[in-house]
């Protein structure tokens, strides 16, 4: 898992985990296409004290198995907390699955995974989740094209939402999004209330061409370490920017296959987000009282600045 390794470097992780913290007594919910947690990383999967992944709720089937359909939730996932190279290995997952076999969400299934995710929190937060992760959102010409800014009065659902699990403790950090778009963030990231991520390069890479949405598609050539990703939104939203190309991390068991097995280039800012996710739960061990805002503050300004030179 070397490039989770390098990505890890570049969050600064080593001196947070040589001074003990791992994430032990945190859980991070990652709403997404479900989590294999068959996966050793990621295993045994439950509703006690004793899963790595929680089990929280099926959006899509409407029921209480969370299992991955897709595999794009068991490699965020494992960025976040897989037990042997995530970012907070010691911390727990809940698992909702928000997305079809497809990657698309459907129905509100992601307003309705987030309800799932504060009805735990206000119902006492048994599982002590402090940070949500959202590596998913999309564009729509009518209502969000990006534009600059926030979009708290195009959505107000999700900025209700996201207001809430703020208000109970809870960090939420979502996707920029990767349309190549240089004039703001997919949805849900423009909420104004949550934790928008764009992505890096983890190494060095050669020439890579992107179909994006914005300017119809973009290179990269060559690609250097903490380089910006031309694929990767970008705006006056977003607060930090995260390594994402090439990450090598876990991979959902499909059927058929004997072995859990891993990806090896996850990328794109859905990678990015939870690399931020798991130092969230890191700080969050580290300081169990500490706020969202705080957390937030603490890896927006001691990161180092890269300005992006499309805007």
């Not at 048994?126 to 708290?152: M, Y």
């Not at 009065?153 to 699990?165: G, I, N, R």
């Not at 983890?202 to 300017?215: F, L, P, Q």
Request: aromatic share 6%.
């Amino acid at each position: 898992a070397a490039y989770r390794q390098k990505g890890k470097t570049l969050m600064n992780v080593g001196p947070v985990a040589s001074a003990g913290y791992d994430g032990t007594g945190v859980t991070v919910a990652v709403l997404d296409s479900g989590v294999d947690y068959r996966h050793p990383e990621l295993s045994p999967g439950g509703t006690d004290s004793s899963a790595k992944t929680v089990k929280i709720w099926d959006t899509i089937d409407d029921d209480d198995d969370p299992m991955d359909a897709n595999g794009h939730g068991t490699s965020v996932a494992a960025i976040v907390a897989g037990s042997v190279d995530g970012v907070a290995p010691k911390a727990r997952i809940a698992a909702v699955r928000v997305m079809n076999a497809e990657g698309k969400s459907q129905n509100g299934s992601v307003l309705k995974g987030v309800d799932k995710v504060i009805e735990s929190v206000i119902g006492g937060n048994p599982h002590n989740i402090r940070a949500v992760n959202l590596s998913l959102g999309g564009l729509n010409s009518d209502v969000w094209p990006p534009n600059e800014g926030t979009c708290d009065e195009e959505l107000p659902s999700y900025k209700v939402a996201f207001d809430t699990l703020t208000n109970a403790g809870v960090l939420v950090l979502a996707a920029a999004g990767n349309d190549g778009c240089s004039t703001g963030v997919a949805y849900p990231g423009c909420i104004s209330s949550a934790m928008t991520v764009g992505a890096v390069y983890n190494t060095y890479r050669g020439s890579r061409e992107w179909t994006t949405t914005c300017g119809g598609g973009c290179e990269d050539a060559p690609a250097q370490v903490k380089q910006i990703a031309c694929y990767s939104n970008s705006g006056t939203k977003l607060a930090v920017w995260a390594p994402a190309d090439c990450t090598i991390t876990a991979d959902w068991q499909q059927e058929g296959q004997l072995q859990p097995v891993m990806t090896y280039c996850f990328n794109g800012t859905s990678a990015a987000t939870p690399y931020a996710a798991g130092v969230a739960a890191l700080l969050a061990g580290a300081q169990p009282g500490v706020s969202p805002r705080a957390i937030r503050d603490a890896i927006t300004n001691t990161g180092e600045a890269i300005t992006d030179s499309r805007n």
